[in-house]
T-cell receptor, first 112, second 115 residues
């Protein structure tokens, strides 16, 4: 079955560490997205990519980095520059100008 | 600037009754898409329904319908015959060319279905 796989489901980070969240899709979608969700709030866009080897900053890109070397993969690195990284992170993909997104099941990141 | 507003933080509905979740939006682009997503407690986002700005009829998908009032910039979700499994967060979202085809989300409405 086609879909999006995010891993790990839960991730703990120590202060000052970089961590990478994985997102893989087998839907042959060109566009991929990373959103952050804080408790009781909506989703805010971190980064998005509409084509391999190209990506754009979203509304809250500071402290995050991404790469898009393969169509299927769009990993997100949460760097030590992100001062408040504890949140739920959702990856999504879509045909660039089509209807809704397909979302992964999310990664819950906690700073310890 | 694009904006999505959901003014109901929480809603209660009796099982088997209908419920309307409110959503208003703002965009300067005449071409846009409106979406509703459901987020159960497990966290995944589930796409429910889509309405294009040029669609003449309101979108429907099973028990979900979208009450689209373009002049009022309103895109309310109507869930008919509520079920206990409908208890979840619901997000209204919009996508338009001005925003580079990114999707922006409202703050969400938590729906509680009572038995």
């Amino acid at each position: 079955d086609g879909g999006i796989t995010q891993s790990p489901k839960y991730l703990f980070r120590k202060e000052g560490q970089n961590v990478t969240l994985s997102c893989e899709q087998n839907l042959n979608h060109d566009a991929m997205y990373w959103y952050r969700q804080d408790p009781g709030q909506g989703l805010r866009l971190i980064y998005y990519s509409q084509i391999v080897n190209d990506f754009q900053k979203g509304d809250i890109a500071e402290g995050y980095s991404v790469s898009r070397e393969k169509k299927e993969s769009f990993p997100l690195t949460v760097t030590s520059a992100q001062k408040n990284p504890t949140a739920f992170y959702l990856c999504a993909s879509s045909i660039v100008t089509a209807y809704g997104y397909t979302f992964g099941s999310g990664t819950r990141l906690t700073v310890v | 600037a694009q904006k999505i507003t959901q003014t109901q933080p929480g809603m209660f509905v009796q099982e088997k009754e209908a419920v309307t979740l409110d959503c208003t939006y703002d965009t300067s682009d005449p071409s846009y898409g409106l979406f509703w997503y459901k987020q159960p407690s497990s966290g995944e986002m589930i796409f429910l329904i889509y309405q294009g700005s040029y669609d003449q009829q309101n979108a429907t998908e099973g028990r979900y319908s979208l009450n689209f009032q373009k002049a009022r910039k309103s895109a309310n979700l109507v869930i008919s015959a509520s079920q206990l499994g409908d208890s979840a967060m619901y997000f209204c979202a919009m996508r338009d060319p001005t925003g580079g085809f990114k999707t922006i989300f409202g703050a969400g409405t938590r729906l509680f279905v009572k038995a």
